[in-house]
């Protein structure tokens, strides 16, 4: 039996996988716990990413898009507008499956009304979210910090390829061919 147990620590653990089936809901009222999103319009980031062509998945025109969309940027988006949806951040979009996160999004609630005034389609929440998402500060943010990281792995590259030159250059080697004497 202590063998076993030396079998398993010894083993590396495999990492847990998260549930595909996640959901995040956001309902805009907090008494609401659980509702029915069968019938929520489903948007991929893709739809809007201005950095794909037609085929590869966009939906609207490149003026109305913004550059690499993330779920959680149009959640806030449909917040600010103060729409019910539920995020799902481990469904994996078909044509692009490297890319996870889609949004159910509530336009027209059951009784038939417009739950935006402004929003009378799945086309016109997509223009807003690629219209807005640019604006957000978290993009901001988000953006800046890839900027800075970028500079310093490009930095820490830089010394690296002068330690490597350095190093190389001071080998005291004979040249010429091996085994000749």
Known sequence: MAAAKDEDMGMPQMPVMPDPNAKFLWSGDPNVREFDFSKFVQIWPAYINSDLSYAQGRRIGKEHCCSDPIVSEMSEICQSLKLRHVIEPYKRYPRLFLKCGRIRVQIVDDSGNYCNEEIKSKKDLLKKMGTFIPKLNSRIKRQQQAVETAKQEAAQQQTQQITTA????????????KGRK
Do not use: A, I, P, V
């Not at 350095?166 to 061919?177: E, F, I």
């Open 166 to 177: 350095t190093s190389s250059g001071n080998s005291k080697k004979k040249k010429g061919k």
